[in-house]
């Protein structure tokens, strides 16, 4: 027992001396992989004891656009990433793994940018990536939009110049466009079978155009995933909710009623799910604040301050039949009374709540903002921003 110690002690005395070494040479890198050499040998050869050089493969922040993985330098190459510094004490180096168009990746945290990211790109083919499993033990795709500007849609809303397209997973993932910096979509794995992203963006239509993509490989196990369908999944007793290309500002072009075209996104049928937190029992739902933080349906420009954003422009129940949001079983917050539909539509929302679990939201579109047997068209609306808290049991 007391030999053993003693051994300990010198192999730990060498490996600071080789640590010290380390930080006053210039020519660190190479020492370093000698450094990781001489430990994986004497690993092997002596002591599991030895493999303290080992270090986690985390995150490792480095330029403000793409983080790396903290990765052996031979890892790093292996993996096709870019070495973009040091990490875990300079025993690691920050590997940064980007791909462009035409491209597969099977390594986590792949960014995928648009073509001299983040310069504009004017357009061109359709740009794909391949995304395979990085393991049997992955059952669903994170795609966080860290930046994600491409061009509107047409006046209906649908995606006809540029278009974001995922297919081959397990989630229905409609097309969408437009401004979707921020938000984050989950995709199922089918079994083994890859997911394809292809983003098309029509060069005869100018518009400075950019992407850059995080794909997160999560884990059937991991605590981040998000349950199975939902293409959007939040955390935490508050949060804003967005809607696809949600933005302040109009549509400029018309729609087919020749009207002032939408920046709501056709063709939409998705369930956004909300973790229900330690010790919450229900959640309540709210419009952000300004006047078009609610424009799902009706004309937008044809309504003044008193209508919108306000419970004169909110609709429900039978007024909503083409585009609308569903929340389950909601009670008014102000008066405590059952709502009685769990459609909502119009030009503005009232605050409800919902104890039904899970807790999740719908959201629905037709495919267009052209006029219905009961209505006339739908004029500029944008969506929604919808701030959520979960309410204490
Ligand atoms: C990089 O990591 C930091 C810290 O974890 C995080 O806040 C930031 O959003 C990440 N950036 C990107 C581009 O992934
Ligand atoms: C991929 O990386 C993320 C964060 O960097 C991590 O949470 C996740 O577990 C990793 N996935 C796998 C399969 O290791
Ligand atoms: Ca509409
Ligand atoms: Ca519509």
Redesign the pocket.
């Known amino acids: 027992m007391f030999r053993k110690l003693i051994g300990v002690y010198i192999i730990l005395g060498l490996v600071s001396v080789s640590v010290f070494t380390l930080t006053i040479n210039n020519e660190l890198d190479e020492l370093d992989e000698d450094m990781e050499e001489y430990s994986e040998r004497k690993g092997k050869i002596l002591f599991p004891f030895v493999s303290i050089v080992r270090f986690a493969n985390t995150?490792c922040?480095n330029t403000?656009?793409?983080?790396g993985t903290c990765l052996a330098r031979r890892e790093c190459n292996n993996l096709g990433g870019t070495i973009t510094g040091t990490c875990a004490n300079r025993r690691g180096r920050c590997c940064v793994v980007s791909r462009g168009c035409g491209t597969t990746t099977n390594v986590n945290n792949t960014y995928f940018s648009s073509p001299g990211y983040p310069a504009a790109f004017g357009g061109g083919a359709a740009c794909s990536i391949i995304v395979n499993r990085c393991n049997n033990n992955v059952c669903q795709l994170r795609i966080?939009f860290?930046d994600m500007v491409l061009a509107q849609p047409n006046g209906d809303g649908n995606c006809v110049t540029d278009a974001i397209t995922i297919t081959g997973g397990n989630t229905v993932v409609p097309v969408i466009c437009g401004d979707n910096t921020g938000q984050t979509i989950y995709v199922d794995f089918n079994g083994n079978a890859a997911i394809t992203i292809s983003i098309a963006a029509t060069p005869a239509t100018a518009f400075r155009r950019r992407w850059n993509i995080?794909l997160v490989q999560l884990g059937c196990d991991c605590p981040g995933i998000a349950p199975n369908g939902c293409l959007q999944y939040y955390r935490g007793a508050t949060g804003t909710i967005n809607s696809f290309n949600y933005g302040g500002t109009a549509n400029t072009g018309l729609s087919a009623s020749l009207v002032t075209g939408t920046r709501q996104l056709a063709n939409l049928n998705y369930g956004i799910c909300i973790r229900m937190e330690a010790g919450f029992c229900a959640i309540q739902y709210a419009q952000n604040g300004g006047l078009f933080t609610f424009t799902v349906s009706g004309d937008v420009e044809g309504a003044d301050n008193t209508v919108l954003g306000t419970a004169v422009g909110a609709a429900n129940d039978g007024a909503c039949t083409t585009d609308f949001v569903v929340i389950p079983n909601p009670t008014v917050v102000a008066t405590g009374v059952a709502v009685g539909t769990d459609r909502f539509c119009g030009l503005g929302f009232v605050p409800v709540s919902s104890a039904a679990k899970p807790f999740v939201l719908y959201v629905v579109t037709n495919g267009d903002e052209g006029a219905t047997i009961n209505s006339p068209p739908d004029v500029a609306n944008r969506g929604f921003s919808l701030a959520y808290t979960q309410i204490a049991c």
């Open positions: 995150d922040a403000n656009v793409m983080n966080d860290l995080r």
